[in-house]
T-cell receptor, first 121, second 116 residues
Framework: GAVVSQHPSRVICKSGTSVKIECRSL??????MFWYRQFPKKSLMLMAT?????????EQGVEKDKFLINHASLTLSTLTVTSAHPEDSSFYIC?????????????????FGPGTRLLVL | DQQVKQNSPSLSVQEGRISILNCDYT??????FLWYKKYPAEGPTFLIS?????DKNEDGRFTVFLNKSAKHLSLHIVPSQPGDSAVYFC???????????????FGQGTILTVHP
């Protein structure tokens, strides 16, 4: 299956600093990538949809200036948490979409990265 | 507002028996539903999906049932195996037709434990 990587897998930073998380599709080109956030024992919450070469579309309630998304190439999207605070501590997961064969039919599928655990002290 | 709900945080099943994971949704615009499986420290992996034009989709040991009138879907795993132990998420999309489903809304997940 398609592989999506995230780096770093875990990061601890001081309050007020910025943290960049990378999402890469390793063996396919993804025109669309998604960024999710997961709180403990909660569902994955979509933060934004990132399209290569254009501005990201943010979900309601997600601060654009706080969570900067750049999708510079078909295989790389980055999420930068700016001026991080303890409440930004969370599990961030990206996904990249591509067409695949699902039960003998062409179907777009989202492939998820392993996630990044962010802890802001 | 939780539009997709998995009300059972956990489920424990004996190996060989059937596992039934449930999911409810409130948004009548959802027309495509997916189940994902997630192991610790890994991202979710796609399991099976169903379009709202169907009420059942089967793939090997996994069957998803959709009851549109009740806004309810379920995932049946039979027979259950210890390797099925993971967190299962249902997700929904309000994309009308085509092969692209785009934005997903996830449930909270259900931890399935299959005992040998």
């Amino acid at each position: 299956g398609a592989v999506v990587s995230q780096h770093p897998s875990r990061v601890i930073c001081k309050s007020g600093t910025s943290v960049k998380i990378e999402c890469r599709s390793l063996d396919f080109q993804a025109t669309t990538m998604f960024w999710y956030r997961q709180f403990p024992k909660k569902s994955l919450m979509l933060m934004a949809t990132s399209n290569e070469g254009s501005k990201a579309t943010y979900e309601q309630g997600v601060e654009k200036d706080k969570f900067l998304i750049n999708h510079a190439s078909l295989t790389l999207s980055t999420l930068t948490v700016t001026s991080a605070h303890p409440e930004d501590s969370s599990f961030y997961i990206c996904s990249a979409s591509r067409d695949g064969m699902i039960q003998n039919q062409v179907q777009e599928t989202q492939y998820f990265g392993p996630g990044t655990r962010l802890l802001v002290l | 507002d939780q539009q997709v709900k998995q009300n059972s945080p956990s489920l424990s099943v004996q190996e060989g028996r059937i596992s039934i994971l449930n999911c409810d949704y409130t948004n009548s615009m959802f027309d495509y539903f997916l189940w994902y499986k997630k192991y610790p420290a890994e991202g979710p992996t796609f399991l099976i999906s169903i379009s709202s034009i169907k009420d059942k989709n089967e793939d090997g040991r996994f069957t998803v049932f959709l009851n549109k009138s009740a806004k309810h879907l379920s995932l049946h795993i039979v027979p259950s195996q210890p390797g099925d132990s993971a967190v299962y998420f249902c997700a929904a999309s309000a994309n009308a037709g085509g092969t692209s489903y785009g934005k997903l809304t996830f449930g909270q997940g259900t931890i399935l434990t299959v005992h040998p």
